[in-house]
C-alpha cells in the first residue's frame, strides 16, 4: 500500500501544483488513500520531496529534479558561451571550452544526466566525459552540437 500511495504522491505532484500538505492529503484521499496528516509528512520526508517556486510564483511539492528539457535550455547559454569545441574518440568525449570555464559546463552536463554518460572530469578549460561505448559518444557529441547549433542561430 505504501509503495502504491509513494507513486500516486509522485504522480500527483508532477502533474499539480501542490502547495501544502492538507492539499496532497485531499488529492490522495480523493483516490480512495485514507491518510492522515502525520503519514504525509513521513511521506514527504521518505521521498525527499522539496518546495520549489513554480511557473505561477508558487511554492509547490517536487521532487527537486529538473526535466531535461529544462536541464538543456538552461545549460544552453553555459555550453553557448563556454565551449570552443566537441570531438570523440573511441567512448571518450572532449569538450574544449575558454579558460576558466569547463567546470561549469562539467556541472551542467551532470546535471543533464546524459544516457550512456558513465562520468566526466574537468580541468581548466577542457571536459573529458567517459561514455559506456563509441556509440554513445557520438550520440553526446553529436546531441551536443545540436545544442550549440540550436543556441548560436
Not at 25 to 39: M, P, R, S
Not at 57 to 75: C, F, N
Amino acid at each position: 500500500m505504501k509503495k502504491r500511495r509513494h507513486a500516486r504522491i509522485l504522480d500527483l505532484i508532477n502533474n499539480h501544483d501542490i502547495e501544502t500538505q492538507e492539499e496532497l492529503q485531499a488529492y490522495l484521499q480523493k483516490d480512495g488513500f485514507e491518510v492522515t496528516q502525520a503519514t504525509i509528512s513521513r511521506d514527504i520526508k521518505e521521498l525527499r520531496l522539496v518546495k520549489e517556486l513554480s511557473d505561477r510564483g508558487r511554492y509547490v511539492y517536487s521532487t527537486g529534479k529538473k526535466s531535461t528539457t529544462d536541464a538543456i535550455r538552461r545549460a544552453g547559454g553555459i555550453f553557448s558561451e563556454s565551449i570552443i569545441s566537441v570531438d570523440y574518440a573511441m567512448n571518450t568525449v572532449c569538450v574544449k571550452c575558454f579558460p576558466g570555464m569547463a567546470s561549469a559546463v562539467c556541472t551542467a552536463v551532470d546535471a543533464m544526466e546524459w544516457n550512456g554518460v558513465v562520468g566526466t572530469i574537468s580541468g581548466d578549460d577542457t571536459i573529458f566525459v567517459l561514455c559506456k561505448t563509441e556509440e554513445f559518444a557520438k550520440v553526446f557529441t553529436k546531441n551536443l552540437e545540436k545544442i550549440l547549433n540550436v543556441k548560436n542561430s
